[in-house]
C-alpha cells in the first residue's frame, strides 16, 4: 500500500496548507484520496511535486498491509 503520511509531514514542516494545494490544481476531494491513503494519479503526484520542490520519495512511501 503507498501511504502519504509523509506529504502531510513535508507540509506542517514548511507550513503549507491545503488551500495552497489547491491553488497548484490539488482539489479538495484529491487530498481527501491523499489523506485516506487511496491511489492517485501520477499527474497528481507530479502537480505535488512541482508545488512542494519535492520527489515523490519525499511525499510517499510503500508499505506492506
Keep these: 500500500m503507498i501511504t502519504y503520511n ?12 491545503a488551500g495552497d494545494l ?5 482539489s479538495a476531494p484529491t487530498q481527501q484520496r491523499l489523506r485516506n491513503n487511496k491511489p ?3 499527474k497528481t503526484i ?6 512542494l520542490q519535492c520527489q515523490p520519495g519525499d511525499i510517499m512511501e510503500y508499505k506492506e498491509g
Design 6 to 17: 509523509k506529504l502531510f509531514h513535508l507540509m506542517l514542516d514548511r507550513k503549507i496548507k
Design 40 to 42: 492517485v494519479d501520477t
Design 46 to 51: 507530479d502537480k505535488l511535486c512541482k508545488a
Design 22 to 26: 489547491i491553488r497548484h490544481g490539488i
